[in-house]
């Protein structure tokens, strides 16, 4: 048989500007404009020059790829206009899935983005004066009304103790609230504000490290304030902080364990401790809760996460907590406190580079809307925090009920999901879950299949099974996790 020398294959080949030209991709050159086709004309070439180059084609395959070259280039096309950024089904059970983007938002909060984000809008316009506004406006009220209860809590002690250390006015104790870009950002612009070139003193067994390798004094070090630790990693008591004020010191800083836990041997002061000795000292009380809920997770049986109005309402000075995590809606960094101390925080020039922007507050204010009318359901994430396990089997079911198994063995067990984003780490909620098993083929390999369907779909891996929790998984999802697990069972 003759062989083709390479050379001559190569010269088989086409010029970019030639396929370009060519009829049949006349369309994909008027919809997606010539360069971008061209781009992909050329890879799909230097794809073909390098396997070449590498001996894995002869005259007879090369013949094969040119006769589908059109094909081709219309797939590099899908695959170079694809957005990277896609919608995932989360079948992991992890409510507040880091990776997975966190909190989901509500219909309202998509709605509401939509109408403000496509057109011009009152951002920080004031309508009635014509006049610049400020674009805290949008949620002061709405934040107004949810920490009412810690308002009146605080008006009340204000009336009944006038002996109360400064600040002691109503004007400086009301709540106000204001919104940067994420927590870690709300924590760096309350302690520059407040500590910069001073002590904050701070438990050492609150040292936290958050994700992405972000630690707490790695923060408080870019912020200008100066770490004074006290206690030990196990036992820290209110003497410790009374034993470490001194004229140097600028706040008193609590920091929630929001993705750990200490059992054994531990001792902490109790958050009424620390309000009274830092007014008894005169200095802010400031609590880093991380996740931050406006809702009574009590009610669906999770206790130990502390809630913004039970901060407020103990006394602590400020609060900072994000947008989506417990309170369900999205990427932000939420301070709440004394108004004298967050006027303040607004007057910062690091304000405005970590300020959110219109879509953040369009998100936000259809969120707090959600809660002032106490429509908690309404909120993606605290809707699957309530689901019973019940409503969940019933579900699986279902969704069992419709699946001819073939090659595919689904069992249902019972479960556990978690709340994730940090936050209740010990906390689970019980669920119903669907385990996959298939003869000849890894968990792994199966979840790798269900992570490549179109929309992938993210299972979690236990003792060599694959487990789907509907918790995560949005009804309207349902039929897609049964296309994939039929494609699965019927695969050879």
Known sequence: MKTVAQSDLFRKLPSADEVVRSPALALSVATEGHAVVTDAVRAVLAGLRHEIAMGRLGEAEVDLALAGFDAAVERQLRQSLAYSLRPVINATGVILHTNLGRAPLLDAAIDQIRRTAATYSNLEFDLESGQRGKRDIHLDHLFQRLLAESMARESKADAKDETKSDPSTAESSAITTIVVNNNAAAVLLALNTLAEGSEVIVSRGELVEIGGSFRIPDVMGKSGAILREVGTTNRTRIADYERA?????????????????ISGFTERPLLAELTGLARTRGLPLMEDLGSGALFDLRSIGIAGEPGILDSLRTGVDLVTYSGDKLLGGPQAGLISGRRDLVARMRGNCLFRALRADKLIYAALEATLLAYVKRDHDAIPALRMMRLSKEDIGRRAEALVAKLISGGLEVELIDGESVIGGGAAPSSVLPTRLLALFRKNMSADEIATRLRAYDPPIVARVEEDRVLLDLR?????????????????????
């Open 472 to 492: 995560t998984v949005f009804e309207s999802q349902d039929e897609a996790v049964l296309k994939a697990l039929k494609a699965l069972a019927e695969m050879n």
């Open 245 to 261: 004020i001194n004229d140097r010191t600028g706040l008193l800083l609590r920091v929630h364990r929001s993705n750990f836990e």
